[in-house]
C-alpha cells in the first residue's frame, strides 16, 4: 500500500518571500504520478501541480516548481514571491492509474499562512 | 465548463436521523469518487464508480453508507442513520478515464 507522509503541520512566510513544502511518499510501484493540491478555506481542492515519476525534469507552474527525488521518493514544493492568496492548506498526493480511474492517496496536508 | 456541483454545502442533523449528499460530476468524466475528509486530515476515498458501476467501495462502511450513480452522471451518497463520528466534509471528484481528479467544494456535515 501507498502512503504519503507530510512532517510539517503548519508553516508560514512572509509575502514575497520563498517557502518549501516536504513531502515523502513510499509505494513499490515504478510508474505513478505525484501532485500537490490547494485547499482554501473555502474547501474547494485545487490542483497545483503534478509530476510523472518517469519523468526526471521537475515540474513548474509559474511561481511553484517541485523537486522530485524518486529515489529518495521525495516530493517537496517550492512557493516563490509568495503571495496572500497563497494561504491554504497543501496537500500531498500520490496517484496510480488503475483499470478504471485513478487512485489518490493524499498526505495529512500542511497548512500554510502567508503573512503580511 | 462548470465545475463538479455538490450540494448541500452545509448541513446539521440529529444523529441516528439520515443524510444524502448529491454529486453532479463534470460532463464526459466517466469516472467519479466520494472522499470523506475529517478536520486537518487528507480526504480519504470511499467510492470509486466507472460509468454507473461501483468499481472499488472496500472503504465504504456498508453497514450504514450507501451510494448511487443511476444512469452513469450524478451519483448519491447516503448515511442512515448517521452517528456522531461521521461529522466531517464528504467531497465528491470526477475524472475523465483514468486521468487527474478534479474535486467538488464538498457538503460539510456536522451530527449533534
Known amino acids: 500500500a501507498q502512503t504519503v507522509t507530510q512532517s510539517q503541520p503548519e508553516m508560514s512566510v512572509q509575502e514575497a518571500e520563498t517557502v518549501t513544502l516536504s513531502c515523502t511518499y513510499d509505494t513499490s510501484e515504478n510508474n505513478y504520478y505525484l501532485f500537490w493540491y490547494k485547499q482554501p478555506p473555502s474547501r474547494q481542492m485545487i490542483l497545483v501541480i503534478r509530476?510523472?515519476?518517469?519523468?526526471?525534469q521537475n515540474a513548474t507552474e509559474n511561481r511553484f516548481s517541485v523537486n522530485f527525488q524518486k529515489a529518495a521518493k521525495s516530493f517537496s514544493l517550492k512557493i516563490s514571491d509568495s503571495q496572500l492568496g497563497d494561504t491554504a492548506m497543501y496537500f500531498c498526493?500520490?496517484?496510480?492509474?488503475?483499470?478504471?480511474?485513478?487512485?489518490?492517496?493524499f498526505g495529512a496536508g500542511t497548512i500554510l499562512r502567508v503573512k503580511s | 465548463e462548470a465545475g463538479v456541483v455538490q450540494s448541500p454545502r452545509y448541513k446539521i442533523i440529529e444523529k441516528k436521523q439520515p443524510v444524502a449528499f448529491w454529486c453532479n460530476p463534470i460532463s464526459g468524466h466517466n469516472t467519479l469518487y466520494w472522499y470523506r475528509q475529517n478536520l486537518g486530515q487528507g480526504p480519504e476515498l470511499l467510492i470509486r464508480?466507472?460509468?454507473?458501476?461501483?468499481?472499488?467501495d472496500s472503504q465504504l462502511p456498508k453497514d450504514r453508507f450507501s451510494a448511487e450513480r443511476l444512469k452513469g452522471v450524478d451519483s448519491t451518497l447516503k448515511i442512515q442513520p448517521a452517528e456522531l463520528g461521521d461529522s466531517a466534509v464528504y467531497l465528491c471528484?470526477?475524472?475523465?478515464?483514468?486521468?487527474?481528479?478534479?474535486f467538488g467544494p464538498g457538503t460539510r456535515l456536522t451530527v449533534l
Open positions: 509530476q510523472e515519476a518517469y519523468k526526471q
Open positions: 498526493a500520490f496517484m496510480k492509474r488503475m483499470r478504471y480511474g485513478n487512485k489518490l492517496v
Open positions: 464508480y466507472e460509468n454507473e458501476e461501483a468499481v472499488d
Open positions: 471528484a470526477s475524472s475523465p478515464y483514468r486521468n487527474e481528479q478534479f
